[in-house]
């Protein structure tokens, strides 16, 4: 799960509410927007999601669910997917498919804090 953990400008993240389309999501869950509705994402993503799910829900197709806009000023924390020898500080990796977590692979979520590199092991970043 992603939460938004720290603001470079003290600013609280808005809520929106936008329809999703039919599906179980997760609060932290990282969302896309397929044919005008949110959606899950349909595999790792080496691009910003531009959504943050704020509610365990599972909508009717259309259903208005509460998310925040994906910003770059904000340290997001999450956990590694799996084991990431590669997990240090600097380095960029991908949010991995669930929309959870985040992978090994070249991405945009730049690590700045990291307690581990096994699965489950929590991590900081921003996307950049």
Same mark, same amino acid.
């Given at each position: %799960? &992603?939460?938004?953990? /720290?603001?470079?400008?003290?600013? %609280?993240?808005?809520?929106?509410? #936008? =329809?999703?389309?039919?599906?179980?999501? @997760?609060?932290?869950? %990282?969302?896309?927007?397929?044919?005008?509705?949110?959606?899950?994402?349909? !595999?790792?993503?080496?691009? $910003?999601?531009?959504?943050?799910? %704020?509610? *365990?829900?599972?909508?009717?197709?259309?259903?208005?669910?509460?998310?925040?806009?994906?910003? =770059? +000023?904000?340290?997001?924390? +999450?956990? #590694?997917? !799996?084991?990431?020898?590669?997990? /240090?500080?600097?380095? /960029?990796?991908?949010?991995?498919? *669930?929309? #959870?977590?985040?992978?090994? =692979?070249?991405?945009? &979520?730049?690590?700045?804090?990291?307690?581990?590199? @096994? /699965?489950?092991? $929590?991590?900081? =970043?921003? &996307?950049?």
């Amino acid at each position: %799960m &992603f939460v938004p953990v /720290k603001s470079n400008t003290g600013a %609280m993240l808005p809520w929106e509410y #936008l =329809g999703a389309a039919a599906d179980t999501y @997760q609060a932290g869950q %990282m969302l896309t927007v397929t044919n005008g509705k949110l959606a899950k994402l349909g !595999a790792a993503s080496t691009t $910003t999601p531009p959504y943050l799910c %704020m509610a *365990d829900v599972t909508a009717t197709d259309g259903q208005i669910i509460p998310v925040t806009r994906v910003e =770059g +000023t904000f340290l997001y924390e +999450t956990t #590694l997917s !799996a084991v990431t020898a590669e997990a /240090k500080p600097g380095a /960029k990796v991908q949010v991995a498919e *669930d929309g #959870l977590t985040v992978a090994q =692979g070249a991405g945009n &979520f730049e690590l700045v804090d990291v307690e581990g590199t @096994q /699965k489950g092991d $929590t991590v900081r =970043g921003r &996307f950049v």
